[in-house]
């Protein structure tokens, strides 16, 4: 027994060690299990809950996934109707254009036509209008330039005609010497022929002078003064502004004639006294006649006293240098054919001047009329502008309105006959083309919005 012992006592050791152990162990590992058993029911209970979460979240995907098979139905559906409106809308557009274009070209050809004849109307108005206006003004122009010629022709043929003119002036002055030497040496004496010589040869001074009877002198007019006294002056020579110059030529030339003729000395010094003397009294005769008091006369203050015979006037001056202030103390002139001529002549002159100043403020009349009537020609110029400009605004702006823009009336009007009404002829190519050229960008910016 003891051997027994002895020998199993290890091994009785080693269980009862084995079984302390074992228990021990087993009590650890009871609390770890316990641990355990409690975390296990935790995660069960948590993955439960997971589970569910899941068969949810699983249950939502799947309506999800059913919606999403149903919206990408109807999106296929979409895309093939989005598909069939573009290319409805581009056949439509394409018709459009052609419409458009069609319709445009003849609403221009039909505003063309318009613009056109209301175009030429207004020209053919203005026409009338401008030659009714111009040809007053052409005429008056075509005046104004012959007046003009005429005047500096005249000025021109005047001028180069001076030395002619000097010429004949002192040619004339010898044949007058000469014819007035042998005429007194024929008058002998007789007053009346030697009157009508005077006359004789102041008509010839005054033919010679360029002056017009009637209009710039008159002979043997008939006149009265205040106290009804008549006087019958030999000649009256006109002037610019309204004078007159009262010529007498009835000088005595009989003691002339006998100083011319005389044969003594003594004779000659004596009829030469007495032709002073007789110069002198006619100088005294005429002064108290008061011309420049007659009715009817604007005469200056003093009246010419014409002696007809160059030698006589000379001779008289000479032997006399007092004659002239003698004379002119009365109012009186003493003139020679000579001198008279060169007078007259100025005068003339005077009057050609006047008549270039008459025509130059006709001249001047004229031109201001003509740039009155230019004035409102200009006028009514600038107002047919502005009339055609405003008329070709409003061309433009209805061409505008008629084919350009969104819903322009030619793309409307084409939309019509597109729909099936029924047109004679369609609306010109180039005008519907406009239109639909216009109307064009503003549906593709439509349809890009939409998409």
Do not use: C
């Amino acid at each position: 027994m003891t051997d027994w012992l002895t020998h199993y006592w290890p091994l009785g050791l080693a269980v009862l060690s084995g079984l302390a152990g074992w228990g021990l162990t087993r009590l650890t590992m009871g609390g770890r299990l316990q641990l355990q058993a409690q975390q296990g029911q935790h995660w069960q209970q948590a993955l439960e809950e997971r589970t569910a979460e899941l068969q949810d979240t699983r249950q939502r995907l799947e309506q999800q996934q059913q919606l999403v098979l149903k919206m990408n139905g109807r999106l296929k559906e979409y895309e093939t109707l989005l598909r069939q409106e573009r290319q409805w809308a581009a056949e439509r557009q394409a018709e459009f254009e052609a419409s458009e274009t069609r319709l445009q070209q003849q609403f221009e050809n039909l505003a063309q036509r318009i613009f056109e004849q209301k175009t030429h109307n207004l020209r053919e108005l203005n026409q009338h209008s401008l030659d009714a206006l111009l040809g007053p003004l052409r005429e008056q122009l075509e005046g104004f330039r012959r007046n003009m010629q005429e005047t500096y022709a005249d000025e021109s043929r005047q001028r180069h005609s001076l030395k002619f003119e000097i010429e004949r002036l002192a040619e004339l002055h010898r044949q007058m010497s000469a014819d007035t030497h042998a005429l007194t040496r024929a008058l002998k004496g007789d007053s009346k022929q030697q009157g009508n010589w005077g006359e004789v040869v102041l008509s010839r001074v005054l033919s010679e002078s360029g002056l017009r009877e009637g209009h710039e002198y008159s002979t043997q007019q008939s006149l009265s003064n205040a106290d009804g006294k008549r006087y019958q002056p030999d000649v009256i020579v006109h002037l610019p502004q309204d004078k007159d110059i009262i010529i007498d030529a009835k000088v005595s030339l009989t003691a002339y004639e006998r100083y011319f003729n005389g044969e003594s000395e003594a004779g000659r010094e004596q009829a030469l006294r007495e032709h002073v003397a007789s110069v002198r009294g006619h100088i005294r005769e005429l002064g108290r006649k008061d011309y420049h008091q007659l009715q009817g006369v604007r005469t200056l203050d003093y009246v010419l006293m014409f002696v007809a015979v160059e030698p006589a006037f000379l001779v008289a001056v000479e032997h006399d240098p007092g004659l002239v202030k003698y004379a002119l103390d009365h109012n009186i002139l003493l003139v020679s054919p000579t001198n008279l001529l060169v007078a007259l002549r100025t005068i003339e002159n005077l009057w050609r001047v006047e008549r270039q100043n008459q025509n130059a403020r006709r001249i001047a009349e004229s031109a201001g009329k003509l740039y009155e009537k230019l004035r409102l020609f200009t006028e009514d110029m600038e107002a047919v502008g502005t009339s055609l400009r405003r008329a070709d605004d409003s061309y433009q702006r209805a061409m505008k309105r008629l084919s350009q823009g969104r819903g322009n009336l030619v793309r409307q009007a084409e939309a019509f006959r597109e729909l099936g009404v029924e047109v004679v002829k369609p609306l010109p190519e180039h005008l519907r083309e406009r239109a639909l050229e216009q109307d064009a960008p503003v549906r593709l910016n439509d349809a890009r919005t939409a998409e």
